[in-house]
């Protein structure tokens, strides 16, 4: 993790039908993003104002997705940051291992749909920025 940077991080255009009653967008694992998907969880009933994130995973790839309204995201490698903003299902933003990521500016009745590669591991979490700089060998 300790060498990957935000140039690693990338919106995804999903595979999507659209049709006259409505879209379909499809995530296939290792089809379209470059990990097998064993977790899913979404974000929703966000307050106004909220911010979420705030941490960055060892292991853990991510695919984004704002699956209904919009918000930013942060990304931060320690040496470089960029704000990605995601507004649409059939767009997904890749995060890799070693990103400190915030979400932030997450619009009334947002849905924040994510596709995880590993299950929940509280030991997989780098929640001091402190911490992550160690680990990115930034002293
Ligand atoms: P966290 O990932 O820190 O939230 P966010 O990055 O969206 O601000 O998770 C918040 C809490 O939920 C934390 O106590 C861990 C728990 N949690 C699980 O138990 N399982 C999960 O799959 C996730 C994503 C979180």
């Given at each position: 993790m300790?060498?990957?940077t935000i140039k690693d991080c990338k919106v995804i255009?999903?595979?999507t039908i659209h049709n006259r009653a409505g879209n379909i967008t499809i995530v296939e694992k290792q089809n379209?993003?470059?990990f097998n998907i064993n977790r899913i969880y979404y974000l929703y009933d966000l307050p106004g104002?909220?911010?979420r994130g705030g941490h960055a995973h060892k292991e853990l790839y991510q695919l984004i997705v704002a699956?209904?309204?919009s918000f930013n995201v942060l990304?931060?490698?320690c040496i470089s940051k960029k704000i990605v903003s995601l507004n649409r299902p059939d767009f997904g933003l890749l995060i890799v291992p070693g990103i400190w990521r915030e979400l932030f500016e997450?619009?009334?009745g947002a849905i924040c749909l994510v596709l995880a590669s590993c299950k929940y591991e509280e030991s997989d979490y780098i929640r001091d920025y402190e911490g992550f700089k160690?680990?990115?060998n930034i002293l």
């Open positions: 300790n060498s990957t255009q999903l595979n379209e993003i470059p104002g909220t911010t699956a209904s309204g990304l931060d490698d997450i619009s009334s160690k680990a990115k």
